[in-house]
């Protein structure tokens, strides 16, 4: 059994499409599981649902943002307020964010996609051949938002949000941070991402798993793209955001 696993595309096709490229350099898989953030922050959207839509043996489940595209009532403009509140630079931020948001739901439901998107799960389960218990979530166990699962937590603090799990290997993504921790006997692993880097290495980030009867591996893999091209994109189609989409770039190595 071999698939290929990521999250935090983040309606980036042309580092999806470096991904789906890269799987089938290395051999090609079976099936693919998506771990949230498909559309919103990104030039385009309705393209890059319809290449995960069409994945073989697609698994999904939903991100905040895929939330924050589909929903129409949620607590983000409180949460926008208290965010913002005293400090102009985040309540310019925030501000783009939610233009963002409404900018990619436009595009999804003209475009198509909105359906595929309000329909992905919170979590989804499934075992593997050789009986471990996989849990994907987007942030962590019951949740698609919140700090998520961190390499700076204690074993405690990481413990007990795995305590409900119910499951040996629990999949993540949302902080953009590739990690790899035990505690407890359950494994927890995040991606790192395909688009909006947080780490030195601005590269897209998947996984392949592969397993049988006797156990399984997960291998962490990374592919470049052209990201000027896709800072063009951006700028081009007026992407509202897109001062805060490009700094993860600036940022990054």
């Given at each position: ?32 599981w ?9 030039f ?63 595009m ?12 992905l ?46 499951a ?14 035990t ?58 955001a ?6 993860f ?5």
């Amino acid at each position: 059994m071999r698939v290929a696993v990521f999250s935090d595309t983040h309606g980036n096709s042309i580092a999806l499409d470096a991904v789906l490229a890269d799987v089938e350099r290395v051999g090609g898989v079976e099936a693919y599981w998506f771990v949230g953030d498909a559309a919103a922050l990104g030039f385009d959207p309705v393209g890059t649902i319809q290449r995960l839509a069409g994945l073989p043996g697609l698994v999904a489940v939903r991100g905040n943002t895929d939330r924050d595209v589909v929903e129409d009532t949620r607590d983000v403009d409180a949460d926008a307020l208290e965010f913002a509140v005293n400090n102009p630079e985040r309540a310019r931020m925030t501000l783009a964010m939610l233009r963002n948001f409404a900018w990619t739901r436009g595009m999804v439901t003209a475009g198509g996609g909105f359906d595929w998107l309000a329909a992905l799960p919170v979590e989804e389960r499934t075992a593997l051949p050789d009986g471990t218990r996989v849990l994907l979530v987007h942030a962590a166990p019951g949740t698609d938002d919140g700090p998520g699962i961190r390499e700076e937590q204690s074993d405690e603090e990481l413990a007990d949000e795995l305590s409900g799990a119910d499951a040996d290997l629990v999949i993540v993504g949302h902080t953009h941070k590739p990690l790899d921790r035990t505690v407890g006997g359950v494994r927890a692993w995040n991606l790192g991402s395909v688009s909006l880097p947080q780490t030195d290495d601005s590269r897209a980030m998947w996984t392949l798993l592969v397993s049988d009867n006797r156990g399984y591996r997960l291998e962490h893999h990374v592919v470049a793209y052209d990201s000027a091209a896709m800072l063009l994109r951006l700028e081009a189609l007026r992407v509202p955001a897109e001062a805060t989409i490009r700094s993860f770039w600036e940022r990054g190595g």
